[in-house]
């Protein structure tokens, strides 16, 4: 019976979930919309960001390591995280006046716990794969309302790597007819789909940029011993000089090197590599500030020069729109100004789409997919052989 009123509906009310690689909190949006595909009417009734606390956010950066992490972890946080994420979309319709009679679904990403893009061909039990936790059963049973979640697992299913997942959002919000525009998120790591104008020859191209707030944010917390989280608007990092030589050695790295599809993680550039970085940096004698600004530097340039390589030589982009905690960053904005000289950076909050909302918005569009029947990965960006629906379903 809930399935069905749920498909007879002309209209929804989801709320998106969003928790990324930064570890920082939950996002959720609580959307309606109208509508399916392009035609999709969106409205953001409301949005709130929930923070882990510390213990949380060091248990999950533990779990995303081979070193430290184990099964018992897993499958605990599996179950702790969900209870969160229910409490999370409980909150937010608290914080809107909004009754939870009135949500017809949540959507929600999941926290990514490890993500292999690559099968190892040298053990064959290690496919390409992938693992969000945050159990959808959980969050169904503890809300009362139908959730949709797991996405990325499908779309490796059928060839692709499982991310990005944004493209398919970014079309729907963003495609204009006559200029080219990338939409560039910048969370725990840095995700960009370039939107030829609709004039235009030529269709989306999207990939993982690299890292975005990841080696920023582990670098700040260790240099402060634990007392900051982030380097809050470019703050430290403007008061340093980038160090040229760290940032050549950091832009060698393979990732940089490979071409889209491309996606990475935390098993990538985490914790174990921000902090072997760091203590690099400390024996050669940087001083703190210089290392934050290369930090900060390592991500505007991946960013750039994933453009140069990949994206302009085949597209004509007028703005660069930014989203995610690192569009507060101004020194990480100034930075990719000076580097991107021929086109506007501006925020996605310029275009009425708020840069904090942003991503729990577009999980709310891909369950509405699901919810249509309509496919909703981008086979262009993940490498995918054919569209396909993402998502799985857990009742109340």
């Known amino acids: 019976?809930?399935?069905?009123?749920?498909?007879?509906?002309?209209?929804?009310?989801?709320?998106?979930?969003?928790?990324?690689?930064?570890?920082?909190?939950?996002?959720?949006?609580?959307?309606?919309?109208?509508?399916?595909?392009?035609?999709?009417?969106?409205?953001?009734?409301?949005?709130?960001?929930?923070?882990?606390?510390?213990?949380?956010?060091?248990?999950?950066?533990?779990?995303?390591?081979?070193?430290?992490?184990?099964?018992?972890?897993?499958?605990?946080?599996?179950?702790?995280?969900?209870?969160?994420?229910?409490?999370?979309?409980?909150?937010?319709?608290?914080?809107?006046?909004?009754?939870?009679?009135?949500?017809?679904?949540?959507?929600?990403?999941?926290?990514?716990?490890?993500?292999?893009?690559?099968?190892?061909?040298?053990?064959?039990?290690?496919?390409?794969?992938?693992?969000?936790?945050?159990?959808?059963?959980?969050i169904a049973k503890r809300t009362g309302k139908p959730v949709v979640g797991d996405f990325r697992t499908a779309d490796i299913a059928v060839g692709g790597q499982g991310a990005p997942l944004v493209p398919y959002g970014d079309d729907l919000m963003f495609r204009d007819a006559d200029k080219g525009r990338i939409l560039q998120n910048i969370g725990g790591i840095g995700n960009c789909t370039a939107l030829p104008a609709a004039s235009a020859?030529?269709?989306?191209?999207?990939?993982?940029?690299?890292?975005?707030?990841?080696?920023?944010?582990?670098?700040?917390?260790?240099?402060?011993?634990?007392?900051?989280?982030?380097?809050?608007?470019?703050?430290w990092a403007a008061k340093g000089k980038v160090h040229n030589g760290l940032l050549a050695d950091m832009l060698a790295h393979p990732y940089f090197q490979e071409p889209p599809p491309k996606t990475t993680g935390r098993e990538m550039f985490g914790k174990v590599y921000a902090s072997a970085w760091l203590v690099s940096a400390l024996e050669q004698g940087v001083s703190h500030e210089d290392i934050v600004a290369t930090a900060t530097a390592f991500t505007a340039h991946t960013i750039a020069r994933g453009y140069q390589e990949y994206i302009l030589p085949q597209c004509s982009i007028a703005e660069v729109i930014v989203s995610g905690g690192g569009a507060h960053n101004?020194?990480?904005?100034?930075?990719?100004?000076?580097?991107?000289?021929?086109?506007?950076?501006?925020?996605?909050?310029?275009?009425?789409?708020?840069c904090d909302a942003k991503e729990a918005i577009l999980f709310a569009l891909l369950g509405n997919a699901f919810i249509q029947g309509e496919p909703n990965n981008v086979p262009a960006a993940t490498g995918a052989e054919r569209p396909t629906i993402l998502g799985k379903l857990a009742l109340p």
């Open 1 to 138: 019976m809930v399935l069905r009123t749920l498909l007879n509906k002309t209209s929804l009310t989801i709320a998106g979930l969003m928790s990324g690689t930064s570890l920082d909190g939950i996002d959720v949006a609580i959307v309606h919309l109208e509508g399916r595909g392009i035609e999709t009417s969106i409205k953001l009734l409301h949005f709130e960001s929930l923070p882990f606390d510390d213990e949380m956010r060091e248990k999950l950066k533990r779990l995303c390591t081979i070193e430290h992490s184990d099964v018992a972890q897993v499958c605990g946080m599996n179950f702790a995280i969900a209870e969160r994420f229910a409490d999370a979309v409980i909150q937010t319709a608290q914080a809107a006046n909004i009754s939870m009679d009135d949500i017809d679904l949540i959507s929600t990403h999941g926290q990514t716990i490890w993500h292999i893009p690559v099968a190892d061909e040298a053990d064959r039990f290690l496919p390409k794969s992938t693992l969000q936790i945050g159990d959808l059963s959980v």
């Open 201 to 235: 020859d030529g269709g989306m191209i999207a990939f993982d940029t690299g890292p975005g707030n990841m080696v920023m944010d582990q670098v700040v917390y260790e240099l402060s011993k634990g007392k900051l989280s982030y380097d809050a608007s470019g703050d």
């Open 330 to 354: 101004r020194t990480l904005l100034r930075m990719l100004g000076e580097l991107l000289p021929d086109q506007t950076i501006l925020t996605s909050d310029a275009l009425g789409i708020s």
